[in-house]
């Protein structure tokens, strides 16, 4: 199982990235994909999950309106769509997978993460 992060880089305040994670190695329509971000210093912080279904779950509000998860089936890829950045998103982000109607909070399978920087 394989799951690669890409898309992260060092952007200004306001500006927007979208992080991919490309998944190989498990039926991905059967997992729920999720991204977590952990900046210096900090636990890691849960940003967003979605199903196959394409239902996603309630972000922080930190992040409300700002993020936006997304998944394509079709190329076993979930998305971070990441707007209006500011300095406290800057983190390594990092995509997760788990089996639908596992315990939510028990991600079987991590990726390396991405570098996420926002300057002011």
């Known amino acids: 199982v394989q799951l690669q992060a890409s898309g992260g880089g060092l952007v200004q305040a306001g500006d927007s990235l979208r992080l991919s994670c490309a998944a190989s190695g498990i039926n991905f329509s059967g997992y729920v994909m999720a991204w977590f971000r952990q900046a210096p210093g900090k636990e890691r912080e849960f940003v967003a999950a979605i199903r196959g279904s394409g239902v996603s779950t309630p972000y922080a509000d930190s992040m409300k309106g700002r993020f936006t998860v997304s998944r394509d089936d079709a190329k076993n890829t979930v998305y971070l769509q990441m707007n209006s950045l500011n300095s406290g998103d800057t983190a390594v982000y990092y995509c997760?997978?788990?089996?639908?109607?596992?315990?939510?909070?028990?991600?079987?399978?991590w990726g390396k993460g991405t570098q996420v920087t926002v300057s002011s």
């Open positions: 997760a997978a788990r089996r639908i109607f596992t315990p939510s909070d028990v991600y079987k399978y």
